[in-house]
């Protein structure tokens, strides 16, 4: 589909209405790995219905603030992870494992006790519905957990080997992407922040994971790696410890955070050829920016990466924040685009 230059996108998440899941408690606890149905306010024979209203709402209000790029808001999920993962043949839903979450903590995770597999299709009728409520003629983009980072989300009681693990991840994702192209989505995107935490380990095994999940792959891809939610990791590093190994991908779009971090922006040149989803919200924090303040901060990316191959983008999801703040960052986020797409015209 057509898109304008320096088109606009979430990287995935929308705030959740607070009558749709409780949300001090999932702001009080690491994001779940395992299923926590208690988080959601609504009885569960209504859930699907409220699901989709609320999926309604977020799609309606990406449009309302100018998005070029549409997602589902992940409206139906407790965490960017736990409902794909969870869906999974090979894993004990009754008896979960522990694993260290990226800050160090141990949380209940997945436990693996045999061949992971898909099912079925999880998301399928996600991207229709998208496909069904968006303006025609928008782009739409949907999200899945990457299999590095399920891997790291996992307590591995049958493979004994991190590596097939993670390949074996990697072919649930990509029977998955296959059918989520084949449903409508423009773009599917994985979800690999632990890329990231932990860059050992991805330099090892991940990136062949990665391959595995993208193999044979037609439609246009991306990967969001970051420091971590906002909310919950507050100190964020100068610089990735895990980004120039990805310039050989065969990802098209990596989403890049700049705007907490005040990012050093000429490490995109180590990425020549990619589209770099360009972070520019800070959401470590709920005042508004200013389109002027947004445009200022896709000016520093200019140099260092021609415009064409720039997606405007928050640092991460807005699951977090509340849903006045997360419109009007959004908001922000897509007239200062158009105040840097005016100067190049």
Same mark, same amino acid.
């Given at each position: 589909m057509a898109l304008p230059l320096l088109p606009t996108a979430l990287v995935g998440s929308y705030a959740q209405p607070e009558w749709l899941i409780d949300r001090k408690k999932l702001a009080g606890c690491f994001p779940p790995r395992t299923r926590q149905k208690e988080l959601w306010r609504i009885?569960?024979?209504?859930?699907?219905?409220?699901?989709?209203?609320?999926?309604?709402?977020?799609?309606?209000?990406?449009?309302r603030a100018g998005l070029d790029i549409i997602t589902d808001g992940e409206m139906r999920r407790e965490s960017y992870s736990n409902r794909f993962a969870t869906a999974l043949s090979g894993v004990d839903m009754d008896n979960h494992g522990t694993a260290l979450d990226r800050s160090g903590e141990p949380v209940p995770v997945p436990r693996v006790v045999g061949e992971i597999s898909r099912r079925h299709a999880v998301q399928v009728r996600d991207v229709e519905f998208l496909r069904t409520h968006a303006s025609p003629g928008k782009a739409i983009k949907i999200t899945v957990p990457?299999?590095?980072?399920?891997?790291?989300?996992?307590?591995?009681?049958?493979?004994?080997?991190?590596?097939?693990?993670?390949?074996?991840?990697?072919?649930?994702?990509?029977?998955?992407i296959r059918d989520l192209f084949a449903a409508g989505a423009d773009v599917v995107q994985l979800d690999e922040p632990y890329m990231q935490a932990r860059?050992?380990?991805?330099?090892?095994?991940?990136?062949?994971?990665?391959?595995?999940?993208?193999?044979?792959?037609?439609g246009t891809t991306a990967l969001h790696i970051c420091f971590g939610y906002a909310h919950l990791i507050h100190e964020r590093p100068e610089g990735y410890s895990f980004l120039p190994e990805l310039a050989a991908s065969e990802v098209q779009q990596i989403s890049i955070e700049t705007a907490q971090s005040k990012l050093d922006t000429s490490v995109l040149e180590k990425l020549p050829g990619k589209t770099i989803?360009?972070?520019?919200? &800070?959401?470590?924090?709920?005042?508004?920016?200013?389109?002027? =303040?947004? #445009? /200022?901060?896709? +000016?520093?990316? $200019?140099?260092?990466?021609?415009?064409?191959?720039?997606?405007?983008?928050?640092?991460?999801?807005?699951?977090?924040?509340?849903? &006045?703040?997360?419109?009007?960052?959004?908001?922000?986020?897509? =007239?200062? #685009? /158009?105040?840097? +797409?005016?100067? $190049?015209?």
């Open positions: 009885p569960e024979e209504f859930l699907e219905e409220a699901w989709d209203d609320a999926t309604i709402y977020a799609i309606h209000e990406q449009e990457g299999p590095f980072t399920m891997s790291q989300q996992a307590q591995d009681d049958y493979y004994g080997d991190p590596e097939a693990l993670a390949l074996a991840y990697a072919g649930a994702v990509n029977a998955e860059p050992d380990k991805a330099r090892a095994y991940g990136l062949k994971a990665l391959a595995r999940a993208l193999q044979g792959i037609e989803i360009l972070g520019v919200l &800070d959401l470590s924090t709920h005042e508004v920016e200013k389109p002027d =303040e947004v #445009a /200022a901060r896709i +000016r520093r990316a $200019l140099p260092h990466v021609p415009a064409e191959r720039v997606i405007v983008a928050p640092d991460c999801g807005l699951k977090y924040l509340p849903r &006045d703040v997360a419109f009007g960052k959004m908001r922000a986020m897509a =007239e200062g #685009a /158009a105040i840097v +797409r005016a100067e $190049l015209a």
